[in-house]
């Protein structure tokens, strides 16, 4: 059963800051999707990463897969309040519908 | 465009009763439709997937089960809650499949008493 176990956990940090979190599978990922979930709503995705190596960027949000396809970073330049949210990575397992997602890291920015 | 609509968004109920949660989806056909349960704060756990009118994947072995009666209608049940079916539920969609984005409802917060 592949694992995806995501880092940190929990992130608090002040308004300007800059972070990363990380995601990790257990085996090769077939692609890679970063989601956001805000308090009491369901997850919007952010972006989808297909290639070793990729990078990918969403405004201050840059995304990476790992050349080896079994990790990925999200790094959030100049962090601002709006970013608050858990922060979910997933595998779209390829040759299945399923989509197996991420333990989250829950970001919360401090104005 | 498409929608999804999930309901009810808050439900209390005592252990041993049953259980229906509904969700439908507008503006497509045949889509790939999920429930996905939630712990506060953490990652989606994957209960059951469907890719047609009556066809049921599970990956969670519990006392509950789905439906799929419409195309784009799905139904999570259960005939006795427990304690630990509490948690967010989420409903959600893609076509086809691969690298096509889940779409996701507003959920349902169970909480079992």
């Avoid at chain 1, 197996?100 to 890291?105: A, E, L």
């Avoid at chain 2, 195309?71 to 969609?93: E, H, N, T, V």
Wanted: glycine share 10%.
């Amino acid at each position: 059963t592949q694992l995806l176990e995501q880092s940190p956990q929990f992130l608090s940090i002040q308004e300007g800051e800059n972070l990363t979190v990380y995601c990790n599978s257990s085996s090769v990922f077939s692609s890679l999707q970063w989601y956001r979930q805000e308090p009491g709503e369901g997850p919007v995705l952010l972006v989808t990463v297909v290639t070793g190596g990729e990078v990918k960027k969403l405004k201050r949000l840059t995304f990476q897969f790992g050349d080896a396809r079994k990790d990925s970073s999200l790094h959030i330049t100049a962090a601002q309040p709006g970013d608050t949210g858990l922060y979910l990575c997933a595998d779209t397992t390829s040759g299945t519908y399923k989509y197996i997602f991420g333990t989250g890291t829950r970001l919360k920015v401090l104005a | 465009s498409q929608t999804i609509h999930q309901w009810p968004a808050t439900l209390v109920q005592p252990v041993g009763s049953p259980l229906s949660l509904e969700c439908t989806v507008e503006g497509t056909s045949n889509p790939n439709l999920y429930w996905y349960r939630q712990a506060a704060g953490r990652g989606l756990q994957l209960l059951f997937y469907s890719v047609g009118i009556g066809q049921i994947s599970s990956e969670v072995p519990q006392n509950l089960s789905a439906s799929r009666p419409q195309d784009r209608q799905f139904i999570l049940s259960s005939k006795k809650l427990l304690l630990s079916d509490s948690g967010f539920y989420l409903c959600a969609w893609t076509l086809g499949m691969g690298f096509a984005p889940l779409h996701f409802g507003n959920g349902t917060r169970l909480t079992v008493t």
